[in-house]
């Protein structure tokens, strides 16, 4: 099956998402993302995610970057490579995400 690229439309909803509505909006783009088997991790509030450079994915990317409250409260980390963190940052995802860092 072809690699499906996201819509505008899809990517306008994602940049006008509600901020406080966090894993609803990554669950939907989840379902827009290619290749999920090596580049969606999930661990309770921490999302890791790599484009593979895909550039539907890195689409995604940029419909998150241009939810200004989402980036704000959520983006932790991006590296190198097309790898994303973010998470809802808590005292219980502090330990996880400083290990995660470490990779």
């Not at 306008?12 to 901020?19: G, N």
């Not at 939810?67 to 996880?96: A, D, P, V």
Request: charged fraction near 30%; glycine fraction near 8%.
């Amino acid at each position: 099956m072809e690699p499906r690229y996201p819509t505008e439309d899809e990517l306008e909803r994602i940049r006008k998402w509600p901020c406080e509505d966090f894993h609803s909006l990554m669950e939907f783009v989840h379902e827009l993302w290619e290749f999920k088997e090596f580049g969606w991790t999930r661990d309770g509030d921490i999302y890791i995610l790599a484009t593979g450079g895909w550039s539907g994915n890195e689409d995604l990317i940029g419909a998150l970057h241009g939810n200004l409250m989402f980036w704000s409260f959520y983006w932790e980390q991006s590296t190198r490579g097309g790898k994303h963190i973010f998470c809802n940052l808590n005292f219980e995802n502090l330990e996880k995400l400083t290990e995660i860092r470490k990779q």
